[in-house]
Structure formats: C-alpha cells, structure tokens
C-alpha cells in the first residue's frame, strides 16, 4: 500500500540542495511546496531587487529539484488560486494531494515560526543545520557568561571548524588581525567590484512581474545584476575570492564616493537564501591564503565575520526570542526622517548611502553602521522604525540577521547583548574612512555653527542625553573626559546646534 504523500515546505531563503527539510523526505512520495505569496512580500515593503532575487532563485531551484526527481508544487504570485500565505498554501496542497502532515526546516523569522505553528495544518520543522552552530550549542556557550561578546564565541567556532589552525593554534600566532583591517581609502582607490550577471529568461518574466506589482516601491531594478541560482552564485564567490579578496582586509573599513562594493564579497545576498554555504566560502578564502594568493588579516578578517559575526548573530536572536526587536534601553522615539526613502539630504555622507542602497539594496558593513545606523542612534530614532527600514532596503534581511545587527549592533537598543558599547563617531570617523565630506554642503571640520557637521554636534548630544547610562562604561570614560575638558560656552554651542537640527528634522525641514 502506497502511503500518504507529506508536503514537504521549503522557503525562498532555503535553496540548497542539502536542507534538513529534504534530507527528512521520500523522493518518490513526498512532495516539495514552494510558493510566491503576499503574506511575504509584504510584511515589510521588500526592496523590488529582493523579490525579483528571490522569486528568480525559487522558480529556478524549483526546476532543478524537478531535474533531481522531486515532485514540486509551486505556486505563482499571479495564480488565481494563491491564498497568498504560506500555511494558506500547505493547506490548499494538503486538500489537492490528499496528504495531512508537512515537513519544513525552521525559518528564520519568528514571525513565520509561529504562522506555522498556529496554521491549519501540523508541520513538523527540523532544525536550520545549514549553520556552523546549533541554538545548542550558542546556549551551552552563552550559559553562565555575565557578557556575550563575539570574539570569545569566534575562537571556539575556529577550534571548532580548524579553519586557519596549525597545531591547535591560530594561523600566523593571533587570533584577530584587525587592527590592521582599518586603512582609509587611498586617493583613487577602485575595485573590481562584483560578478554581474545579465538576466536569463526566467529572470526577465521576474523582472516583469515585480516591475508590474511592486514597481512603485523604494528601490529600484534597473540593472538588476545578481545571480540566480547556485551556478551563478559560485561564480560571484570565485570572482571575490580572485579579485577582491586579497584587499578585502586593507579596505574592510573604507567608502568611497561612487563605489559602493569596493573589495567587500556581495555574498551575503546568496548566502543568506542557501545558494551557497558557509564551509565552500570560508574553504575558498583559506585555500587562496594557503596558495600565497590572499594574506591574513584579509582572510582572517573575512572568515571571522561569517564563522564569528554571522553566527553569533544568529545565536543571539534565538537566544532573545521573538520580542527582541521591541527593545529599547534608550528610549529612543523620533520618527524615521522622509530622507531615508529619497536620499534628499544635504549630508553627502547619508545621500551615497541611501542613494546607492535604493539602486543596489546593497551597503557594505560600515556604510550600514557608521552612516545610516550611526545617525539613526545619535539622532535618538526609534529603533523599531530603524529596523524596519533595515528589513526592507537589504537585499541580504532577514530577520534573525537583520534585528541583532541593528537592535543590537547598531542601535544599542537591546542594552548591550551585541556590542559593548555604542557604535557612535563625529564627522571626524566618517572624513577619515571616506572621501565623503569633500563635497558635502556641511564643514567636516566646523564643530558648532552655521554649516558645521551634524555628526559633530549630534555625537557630544548623545553622549551628554545619556550620560547617566554610559558615564559608567570604562570603554566611554575617554569620550567623557574629552566632553568635561572643554570650554564651558563652547559645549553649550555644541548642545544648541544639535537641538537646532533635532529640531529641523522634527520640522521636517531638510537638513
Ligand atoms: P562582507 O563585508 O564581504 O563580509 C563577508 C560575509 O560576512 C558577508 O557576506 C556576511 O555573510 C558575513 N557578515 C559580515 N558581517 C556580518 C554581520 N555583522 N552579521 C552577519 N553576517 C555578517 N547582514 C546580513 O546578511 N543581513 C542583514 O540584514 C544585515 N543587516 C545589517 C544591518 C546593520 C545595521 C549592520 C551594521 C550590519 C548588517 N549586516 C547584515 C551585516 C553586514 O553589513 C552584511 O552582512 C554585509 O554588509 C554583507 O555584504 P558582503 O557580502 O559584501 O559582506
Ligand atoms: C523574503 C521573502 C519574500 C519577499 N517572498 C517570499 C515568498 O514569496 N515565498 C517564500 O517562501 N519566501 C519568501 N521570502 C523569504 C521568507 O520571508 C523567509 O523565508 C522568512 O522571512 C524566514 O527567513
Ligand atoms: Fe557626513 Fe558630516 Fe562629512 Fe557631511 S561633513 S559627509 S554630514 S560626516
């Protein structure tokens, strides 16, 4: 007697050909559910070169699990029967196929859990071993420690792994080359930037459709150059491993006016949806080291942030749980400002950012950190509204990456799980790892005054509103010490400029 079929889910960020989900099911009885619907696309108004990425990939891997002998259902966004949620369409496969369970591997969004868990038909989820670290194994290491700090975690996941290990000890005697990872942009700096990929035909039906549907979004899709499928996405890694990677370490820290990629992988786009894994990439960096071709504070540098940041990350936000991104130890309420959907500001610095993130749905690390997040904290915006705008204008969110990055990381709204201290400079950080300030209306070096720069009067701002929080931190004595030093008069000045420019954009005048 033939059994009834199971449905076996997999989601737009689980095309790999290795999923727990997979792994769990019979070839030749269950049947693979995947499917384009609203629930997703519009839980937050997902940049259009997102959706366009993901509903490529997914048609694409859809056809390659039919090629592997799987029976696949997958629905259209513009098929008339699309429910348009994801336990909506196990249902409707359930009553088509007769079955009565479903198999799924855990999202990476509470949110999406918890749909799953409450829908109208059971689905058993296995765990994401796609991952280097089980929510475990993060507790075991968490358990009993006063702070979580990454570094500690990072060196466990090297032992772990025995990437760059000789011997039981750290290649080259350190275990962190970072200090030499910060070197400002050299005058003229390029890069090869990222593999470009010209849409195929699947991709371009997708482009049609997302122009149709969610063309009136922030972002754009013109030259839409990501890749698609696995193919494409270990093209883009040989491609960084070749060109980028040995400068990758040098120029971590650097923007540049115009370049948005500079030496950075853009792999966490592909990464991130399964297209490839964190062993093959980390592999590859290593190999390139071991060949002569990459040195080492650029490989270390770039293995520590998918086997230390990206799974520590991930760590923490199964670790908080589903109300993490309600936190806000500043209470910090001001409206996100209209300029983060149009780039219309008169700060050159946040304009190349925004502008570059509505055309790429892409900004490296420090573009995402020091910029657009270090504003968002020293002007006391509301975290959550933060976060969301970060979930939307990524091509590489989701949540369980995105919210400890910005809760965490960038916001400090989450009290310090992530970072020690808040992430906040002056002008004088963003001048020195940018050519930024050069054409900016506002004087990088004026400190308070007409035309003098935001971040400089915003920062002592921030530190003064919250003294009584990090007065305490030996981290932040410094930065106080430095504050208490000057000029009585002068630091009023400071303290009036900022509130001039809270207030402009509480006016919502253009600043
Ligand atoms: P590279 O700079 O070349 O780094 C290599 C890889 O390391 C990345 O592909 C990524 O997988 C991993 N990585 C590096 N830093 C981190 C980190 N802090 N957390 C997790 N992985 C990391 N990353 C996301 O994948 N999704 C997000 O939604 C996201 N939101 C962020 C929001 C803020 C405010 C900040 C400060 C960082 C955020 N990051 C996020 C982390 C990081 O900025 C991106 O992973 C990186 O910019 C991706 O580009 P890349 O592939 O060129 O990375
Ligand atoms: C992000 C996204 C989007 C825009 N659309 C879909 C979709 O239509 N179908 C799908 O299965 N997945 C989509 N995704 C990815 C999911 O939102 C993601 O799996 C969850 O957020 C968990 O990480
Ligand atoms: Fe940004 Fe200030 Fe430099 Fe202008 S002067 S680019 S606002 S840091």
Redesign the pocket.
């Known amino acids: 007697m033939v059994s009834r079929p199971r449905l076996i889910l997999v989601?737009?960020?689980q095309l790999s050909d290795d999923l727990s989900a997979l792994r769990e099911a019979d070839k030749d009885r269950d049947i693979v559910v995947?499917?384009?619907?609203q629930a997703?696309?519009d839980y937050v108004p997902?940049h259009p070169r997102?959706?366009a990425f993901?509903f490529a990939a997914m048609r694409k891997h859809a056809a390659h699990l039919r090629d592997a002998g799987w029976t696949v259902r997958y629905t259209l966004l513009d098929d008339p029967e699309n429910t348009h949620s994801?336990p909506g369409e196990l249902l409707r496969a359930a009553d088509a196929t007769g079955a009565q369970e479903a198999i799924g591997t855990e999202?990476?969004?509470f949110r999406?859990i918890a749909a799953l868990e409450d829908g109208p038909i059971p689905v058993h989820l296995f765990p994401d071993d796609r991952f280097l670290c089980s929510h475990a194994e993060f507790e075991d290491w968490a358990e009993g420690r006063k702070e979580l700090r990454m570094e500690w975690f990072y060196r466990e996941m090297r032992r772990k792994t025995g990437l760059l290990m000789a011997d039981g000890e750290p290649a080259g005697g350190k275990w962190n080359y970072d200090k030499e990872n910060r070197k400002p942009p050299p005058k003229g700096l390029t890069s090869p930037g990222p593999l470009r990929h010209e849409p195929d035909a699947v991709t371009r039906d997708v482009l049609t459709l997302v122009r149709d549907r969610f063309g009136n979004r922030y972002g754009t899709l013109d030259g839409f150059w990501f890749a698609t499928d696995r193919a494409g996405a270990l093209a883009a890694l040989d491609h960084f491993i070749a060109k980028s990677l040995p400068s990758f370490g040098d120029y971590q820290d650097a923007m540049v006016m115009g370049q948005p990629f500079l030496h950075h992988a853009i792999l966490s786009v592909y990464l991130n949806a399964g297209l490839l894994g964190w062993r093959e990439i980390c592999e590859a960096a290593e190999a390139a080291h071991d060949a002569g071709d990459a040195p080492l504070n650029a490989v270390e540098g770039f293995i520590r942030q998918i086997i230390g940041w990206r799974e520590f990350i991930r760590g923490v936000y199964f670790r908080e749980g589903p109300d993490y991104t309600a936190h806000n130890e500043l209470g910090a309420s001001r409206d996100l400002p209209e300029f983060y959907w149009s780039g219309d500001t008169d700060m050159a610095c946040l304009r190349e950012c925004i502008t570059t993130t509505m055309a790429e749905a892409y900004a490296h690390h420090i573009q995402r950190l020091m910029v657009t997040g270090n504003f968002a904290l020293l002007a006391g915006l509301d975290p959550h509204q933060v976060h969301e705008w970060y979930l939307v204008v990524y091509a590489d969110a989701?949540?369980?990456v995105e919210s400890p990055n910005v809760i965490g990381m960038s916001q400090f709204a989450d009290g310090g799980v992530v970072a020690s201290k808040p992430y906040v400079s002056g002008g004088n950080y963003i001048n020195r790892m940018s050519d930024y300030c050069k054409s900016c209306t506002y004087a990088v070096t004026k400190k308070v005054g007409e035309h003098a720069c935001p971040f400089n009067m915003l920062y002592w701002d921030f530190l003064d509103r919250h003294r009584d929080r990090f007065d305490g931190n030996p981290r932040m004595a410094q930065m106080y010490r430095t504050w208490d030093r000057m000029d009585a008069d002068h630091r009023k000045a400071v303290l009036d400029g900022a509130a001039g420019v809270l207030a402009r954009l509480d006016a919502g005048e253009r600043v």
Do not use: C, F, N, S
């Open positions: 989601l737009g960020d995947m499917a384009e619907v997703e696309t997902h997102k959706i993901l994801i999202p990476g969004e999406l989701y949540e369980w």
